[in-house]
């Protein structure tokens, strides 16, 4: 079975400073995929970030950029310049490959971000 | 774009009753996912459909039930409800050809009291 361990309930910086999220995951998988999810006051699930475990290159969603090491099973998550409305729970995901049908994410249990002006 | 559409928003019932959620994937959305998130707590996977067929079975209790209709939206059902159900339901569609992206719907909210 696959784990994901966010270690930093929360944290808390100030507007326009650069902040990052930590992820592990364990997981016996070669293929998979990892994901960042921003749950913001409303609830709402929005994927932030994106990363293909057999991709090299780190993924970057302008202001989100992740650091991806496949052999340390880490993914931390970067945000640059960070705005008020990133105030919110990250979530980090996993899921495993698959050619078709369903495939379930397992979450990390969140780290909830305040930016402060 | 469409999105994944959710109904009811909240609802609220007694220890005992019955509950029903209902689910309406993105169109050619042929993946339905449930999952339950209670207070504090990550979204933990329940039950999901591929094709109207049943895929994989998380930590769903037995009281619940769900299945996805020719149409593809899908229904949880949720009988003998307790307090511990009180909790806020996602319901995530994808393509089931491979590509990997779940959407969210804005979740049903579910107080038992």
């Known amino acids: 079975a696959q784990t994901v361990t966010q270690s930093q309930p929360e944290m808390s910086v100030q507007e326009a400073e650069t902040v990052t999220l930590s992820c592990t995951y364990d997981t016996s998988e070669n293929n998979y995929y990892l994901f960042w999810y921003k749950q913001p006051p409303s609830r709402q699930m929005i994927l932030v970030i994106r990363q293909e475990a057999y991709k090299q290159q780190n993924a970057t969603e302008n202001r989100f950029s992740v650091n991806f090491q496949k052999a340390a099973k880490s993914f931390s998550l970067k945000i640059s310049d960070s705005q008020l409305g990133d105030t919110a729970m990250y979530f980090c995901?996993?899921?495993?490959?698959?050619?078709?049908?369903?495939?379930?994410?397992?979450f990390g249990q969140g780290t909830r971000l305040t930016i402060n002006p | 774009a469409a999105g994944v559409i959710q109904s009811p928003r909240h609802l609220i019932k007694e220890k005992r009753e019955t509950a029903t959620l209902k689910c309406y994937p993105i169109?050619?959305?042929?993946?339905v996912y449930w999952y339950q998130q209670g207070p504090g707590q990550d979204p933990q996977f329940l039950i999901s459909?591929?094709?109207?067929?049943?895929?994989d079975k998380g930590s769903i209790p037995d009281r619940f039930s769900a299945q996805q209709f020719s149409d593809y939206h899908s229904e949880l059902n949720m009988s003998s409800l307790e307090l511990g159900d009180s909790a806020l339901y996602f319901c995530?569609?994808?393509?089931?050809?491979?590509?990997?992206?779940?959407?969210f719907g804005p979740g049903t909210r579910l107080t038992v009291t």
């Open positions: 459909f591929y094709e109207k067929m049943q895929s």
């Open positions: 995901a996993f899921m495993k490959q698959r050619s078709e049908g369903a495939q379930k994410l397992v």
């Open positions: 169109p050619r959305h042929d993946t």
């Open positions: 995530a569609s994808s393509l089931g050809d491979g590509t990997y992206e779940q959407y």
